[in-house]
């Protein structure tokens, strides 16, 4: 079965420095997506990503973010300079159509320091 | 603004007996919902969705849920549940035209022998 893929699983970072997020989703996926879920609150959503540009972003992605898909095949989600309130399970997701359930990747669990 | 409830944060239950995991939500527009599964350390996954027509939905691993819209709710439920199913579970809601998840803060089954 088709997967998203993100890496790392797992990144330590100081705070006040720059961490790139890595996906890899569905290769026939149109929509890509970022969330957070912070250690026990809600998954939260940040971005939504379709035809190469921003679709929706929440208030919580603010100018400290940004995403990019460089290749046609990874989607980034940058955080420029981390603050300790960023420390959350960052989780990628693709989707064929926009009504759609979408295909979560594993996450990414960042600890800023 | 949509808006999901899941009111039990925890339901222990015994192996082989019932379960039902509730969620309501508020939405102004029609609606599209999902449940999603999280295994522990492991991504979210599609469980089940209602997109349209009929109101008794199934899933994977023999859990169903049941739109009802006038009670606004989307329950999940399994006739007999095995240990393998301690697990997260996530309501989520979309609002139609649009392709963003809004995710209840979720509820932790857990089966015991």
């Known amino acids: 079965e088709p997967e998203v893929t993100q890496t790392p699983s797992h990144q330590v970072t100081q705070m006040g420095q720059e961490v790139i997020l890595r996906c890899v989703p569905i290769s026939n996926h149109l929509y890509f997506y970022w969330y957070r879920q912070i250690l026990g609150q809600k998954v939260e959503f940040l971005v939504s990503?379709?035809?190469?540009?921003?679709?929706?972003k929440s208030e919580i992605f603010d100018d400290q973010f940004s995403v990019e898909r460089p290749d046609g095949s990874n989607f980034t989600l940058k955080i420029r300079s981390t603050k300790l309130e960023d420390s959350a399970m960052y989780f990628c997701?693709?989707?064929?159509?926009?009504?759609?359930?979408?295909?979560f990747g594993s996450g990414t669990r960042l600890t800023v320091v | 603004a949509q808006s999901v409830t899941q009111l039990d944060s925890q339901v222990p239950v015994f192996e082989e007996a019932p379960v039902e995991l509730r969620c309501n939500y508020s939405?102004?527009?029609?609606?599209?919902l999902f449940w999603y599964v999280q295994y522990p350390n492991q991504g979210l996954q599609l469980l089940l969705k209602?997109?349209?027509?009929?109101?008794l939905v199934k899933g994977i691993n023999g859990f169903e849920a049941e739109f009802n819209k006038s009670q606004t709710s989307f329950h999940l439920r399994k006739p007999s549940v095995h240990i393998s199913d301690t697990a997260e579970y996530f309501c989520a809601v979309m609002n139609s035209g649009y392709s963003t998840l809004t995710f209840g803060k979720g509820t932790m089954l857990l089966v015991s022998p």
């Open positions: 997701a693709s989707s064929a159509r926009d009504n759609d359930g979408y295909t």
């Open positions: 990503f379709y035809n190469n540009e921003i679709s929706e």
């Open positions: 209602y997109l349209s027509g009929s109101t």
């Open positions: 939405s102004s527009v029609s609606v599209y």
